[in-house]
């Protein structure tokens, strides 16, 4: 009685272990694609392989059953060649810890907004136009590989040399992730809206970026020196230092605003209906962004 207890004991600590196991890598897995084109191949690919088990489990189907069974392996070849990028981010992320978390805490939101509202300021005084892209949920890799690749410290000083006119790295888009400048000079879609066909190169640029992903876009116009943000494919104008730190403070990612119908009354409430059309920017360099 006691031996069989203590077999029965094991087996249900062995299943536990292994569900916890099971767990923590669907767990990693998640965090690692979260927010990339990857993690939509993978939700889709869960779809089509979820399907088609539970047709094959509800009607009995023998043939697809056994047509499942027989690329299964084929399958996931295929997936660690798809998803080869993200295992090889996932390595080094392991080697380094980064995957049990940094050793570093990320300065505040607070923090960061005041260096963006304090660099912004200062090139819209300056009129140099300039275009800021804030990483959020939604990985700007792509778009950051298409410049030159940083990776300093976010500091206003560097904001302003960087958009200088002369500058060479001037003509195009910064990305931001948390507190960190991931690359410059990067290239930006353009929004193919015919309403904002008006626009300069900066606002269609950062529009365009903004229906694509979810990033929080900082425009600093040539010509007349004014602040807009492009959010989820709408453009604010001509934005005060106050509503702008209030709207960085709430729409950086570590803020935790997240929720859609939250972020919306937030929206509203922080620049209200004021979705003008801003001046054409004309400026901007070879690119003229």
């Known amino acids: 009685m006691w031996d069989a207890f203590q077999i029965g004991l094991w087996d249900l600590v062995r299943d536990i272990v292994q569900i916890l196991i099971l767990a923590m890598l669907l767990y990693y897995v998640i ?38 069974g027989t690329v299964s392996v084929y399958v996931a070849v295929s997936l660690v060649v798809i998803f080869q990028p993200e295992i090889r981010h996932a390595l ?3 080697g380094g810890g980064a995957l049990l978390g ?66 060479p790295l001037h003509d195009g888009g910064v990305v931001l992730r948390g507190d960190r400048l991931l690359a410059a000079r990067c290239v930006f879609p353009l929004t193919q809206r015919p309403d904002l066909e008006g626009l ?8 365009g970026l903004s229906e694509e992903t979810d990033a929080v876009v900082i425009v600093v116009s040539e010509e ?43 929206e509203h409430f922080v620049l209200g209906d004021d979705r003008r059309v801003p001046e054409p920017d004309r400026g901007g360099g070879r690119r003229g962004l």
């Not at 300069?200 to 529009?207: D, E, F, S, Y």
């Not at 960085?248 to 972020?263: M, N």
């Open 31 to 68: 965090r690692l694609v979260r927010g990339t084109r990857s993690a939509q191949m993978l939700l889709g690919l869960g779809v089509v392989v979820l399907t088609l088990i539970g047709l094959t489990i509800l009607f009995n189907l023998d043939v697809l059953a056994w047509l499942l």
């Open 92 to 94: 080094a992320m392991l």
């Open 102 to 167: 940094s050793s570093t805490p990320a300065r505040s939101n607070m923090s960061v907004a005041e260096q963006l509202v304090s660099a912004v300021t200062r090139l819209g005084q300056r009129r140099h136009g300039a275009l800021i892209a804030i990483e959020r949920d939604i990985a700007l890799k792509g778009f950051q590989e298409s410049g030159v690749l940083l990776d300093a410290p976010l500091v206003p000083e560097l904001l302003l040399s960087i958009f200088y006119p002369r500058s």
């Open 200 to 207: 300069g190169t900066r606002h269609r640029a950062a529009v």
């Open 224 to 266: 007349t020196g004014t602040v807009s943000i492009a959010h989820e494919g709408r453009l604010y104008r001509d934005l005060g230092e106050d509503k702008l730190r209030r709207y960085l403070v709430a729409l950086l990612p570590e803020q935790g605003v997240r929720d859609i119908a939250w972020r919306r009354a937030l």
